[in-house]
């Protein structure tokens, strides 16, 4: 069975600070992949980034960084020098061959950030 | 704006009421995903379509059900409606099918319904 953790429900840093949000899977296949999706307090979900198995090398997007890592099998992703309108839910998913590639997403992890 | 479309934006019915909610996936996507977030058990996947069939069940009541039309817009059905049933339900879409779908590009999510049970 795929498992998405996502240890942290809620964290809160003042203006500029680094969040780092932690996200652990668990899965049997080999080729999977795993996903980062942020909910503003609007509701809706938007896509952040896609990293398939295959692929460890990290990624940096701006402000965004992910650092993936199969060994321990992890998706971490960083938030560096927040701003107010990074507050959110971030959810990390997973999607593999065994659940035919439909997302399983973690529980969420609350980010506040203050001004 | 991801270009998944879903109406009605808000909904507040009674008990044992009957709802429709409606989805209009991205220009050239062929698959339709229906997620329910709610409070208890967060965001699970319900039910998928592709092409107009159906392709895949997940955690779906027996109350619940959808279809999914030639112009390929998706309908979701939630009858008996409960109090529980109060959520936000997602609508995505992808232009293929099973690992095809995530090869070539990630779902996108439209704006989601939510849904007042009282």
């Known amino acids: 069975a795929q498992k998405v953790t996502q240890a942290q429900t809620e964290i809160s840093v003042v203006e500029k600070e680094d969040v780092t949000l932690d996200c652990v899977y668990e899965t049997r296949d080999t080729t999977y992949y795993l996903f980062w999706y942020k909910q503003p307090p609007s509701g809706e979900l938007v896509f952040l980034i896609r990293?398939?198995?295959?692929?460890?090398q990290n990624e940096i997007s701006g402000r965004y960084s992910w650092n993936f890592q199969k060994s321990t099998s992890s998706f971490n992703f960083t938030i560096t020098a927040s701003q107010v309108v990074d507050s959110a839910v971030y959810f990390c998913a997973l999607s593999d061959q065994y659940n035919d590639y439909k997302l399983s997403f973690g529980a969420g992890t609350t980010v506040t950030v203050r001004a | 704006d991801s270009g998944v479309t879903q109406t009605p934006k808000h909904l507040i019915t009674a008990t044992g009421q009957r709802v429709t909610l409606r989805c209009s996936p991205r220009?050239?996507?062929?698959?339709v995903y229906w997620y329910q977030q709610s409070l208890d058990q967060g965001l699970q996947f319900l039910i998928q379509?592709?092409?107009?069939?159906?392709?895949a069940k997940g955690n779906i009541l027996e109350r619940f059900s959808a279809q999914q039309f030639p112009d390929l817009h998706s309908e979701l059905n939630l009858s008996s409606l409960e109090l529980g049933d109060s959520a936000l339900y997602f609508c995505?879409?992808?232009?293929?099918?099973?690992?095809?779908?995530?090869?070539?590009?990630?779902?996108?999510f439209g704006n989601g319904t939510r849904l007042t049970v009282t």
């Open positions: 990293r398939n198995s295959f692929d460890e």
């Open positions: 220009s050239g996507d062929l698959s």
């Open positions: 995505a879409s992808s232009v293929a099918d099973g690992v095809r779908a995530l090869a070539d590009s990630p779902l996108h």
């Open positions: 379509y592709y092409n107009g069939e159906e392709r």
